[in-house]
Nanobody, 125 residues
Framework: QVQLVESGGGLVQAGGSLRLSCAAS????????MGWFRQAPGKEREFVTT????????YYADSVKGRFTISRDNARNTVYLQMNSLKPNDTAVYYC??????????????????WGQGTQVTVSA
């Protein structure tokens, strides 16, 4: 079983950038679809972006398209989320998650069985 640990969160002003990392251990992540999700206070966990095992397929939520970039380095067993042009409504706890290949790329949190502990991102106005 793979374990995931996120890092890179913090406080940033609107318009700024952050790069989140998700380091995996226990098993290679190359067999997993890897996703980033976020949860703001009082809201449900929502999809941000996801990337297939080989990196060939990537999907973004409309709210982050053009600002966020997901990437993965299977040799380093790490997934990244580059976040640019951050807005106050990007404030949330960001989670990395892994989904075994199911024949399609899922954007539903319910389909991701393995989760990290989350990292807080706060964007001030």
């Amino acid at each position: 079983q793979v374990q995931l640990v996120e890092s890179g969160g913090g406080l940033v002003q609107a318009g700024g950038s952050l790069r989140l990392s998700c380091a995996a251990s226990g098993r290679t992540i190359s067999v997993y679809t890897m996703g980033w999700f976020r949860q703001a206070p009082g809201k449900e966990r929502e999809f941000v972006t996801t990337i297939s095992g080989g990196g060939g397929r990537i999907y973004y939520a409309d709210s982050v398209k053009g600002r966020f970039t997901i990437s993965r380095d299977n040799a380093r067993n790490t997934v990244y989320l580059q976040m640019n042009s951050l807005k106050p409504n990007d404030t949330a706890v960001y989670y990395c998650a892994a989904d075994s290949w199911r024949g399609f790329i899922s954007t539903s949190p319910a389909d991701y069985a393995i989760w990290g502990q989350g990292t807080q991102v706060t964007v001030s106005a």
